[in-house]
């Protein structure tokens, strides 16, 4: 069974310092792999995905994230922190390439301090 | 191309009513998933449908169901609520079935108190 655990439930960081979140997953097969942000009442939408193209991925926003697969990780990285990138982040697991049938780690929710 | 639609996007039922649920997807997408957000636990998956075929059930009970309509449009369906089914239920839309290259959409969901 896959699973994903995400280290730290909330991250606090100063704006324009370096924004890391934590994922590491199990899965039985290579893994499809998935970030996610979620602002106050929306829904979630897709940062960036792996599916094995390349182990570093880059996304929307400034994110990146790199596939470690010796570590079975995939952090999320932000060089400089914007006071709009605070909210919640979800790193995903899935059988598929794209993302369906998840299952979601259980998040970080991200503040930026001025 | 307009979003994802959930409605209502805020509900107060009683223990033991039933609730239906209502998404639109984005045109032209075909599969629809649902997913029970908590802050106990956390995002779990209720099921997929794509052209109107339930393909995909994830872990819940039977009072959990839905369908989905010729035109994508899909409802989920709650019975004899308890006071544990309080989430956010979040609806997604992709062109694609499972496994397939499209991508999720996910709607600003709808948050569902039982009383």
């Known amino acids: 069974a896959q699973s994903v655990t995400q280290l730290g439930s909330h991250v606090s960081v100063s704006e324009g310092a370096l924004v890391l979140l934590r994922c590491n997953y199990s899965s039985s097969v290579p893994p499809y792999l998935f970030w996610y942000v979620q602002y106050p009442n929306q829904g979630l939408q897709l940062l960036l995905k792996y599916t094995s193209a390349a182990t570093l991925v880059k996304g929307i926003n400034g994110f990146e994230a790199e596939f470690k697969k010796s570590e079975t990780s995939f952090h999320l990285t932000k060089p400089s922190a914007h006071m709009s990138d605070a909210a919640e982040y979800f790193c995903?697991?899935?059988?598929?390439?794209?993302?369906?049938?998840?299952?979601f780690g259980p998040g970080t929710r991200l503040s930026v301090l001025p | 191309k307009a979003g994802v639609t959930q409605t209502p996007r805020y509900l107060i039922k009683t223990r033991g009513q039933q609730v239906t649920l209502s998404c639109s997807p984005i045109s032209g997408h075909r599969s629809v998933s649902w997913y029970q957000q908590t802050p106990g636990q956390g995002l779990q998956f209720l099921f997929e449908?794509?052209?109107?075929?339930?393909?995909n059930k994830g872990n819940f009970p039977g009072r959990f169901s839905g369908r989905q309509f010729s035109n994508s449009r899909s409802e989920m369906n709650v019975s004899t609520l308890e006071l544990g089914d309080s989430a956010l239920y979040l609806c997604a839309s992709s062109a694609g079935p499972g496994g397939s290259s499209y991508e999720q959409y996910f709607g600003p969901g709808t948050r569902l108190t039982v009383t």
């Open positions: 449908y794509f052209s109107e075929t339930q393909r």
């Open positions: 995903a697991v899935s059988p598929g390439p794209y993302g369906q049938n998840f299952v």
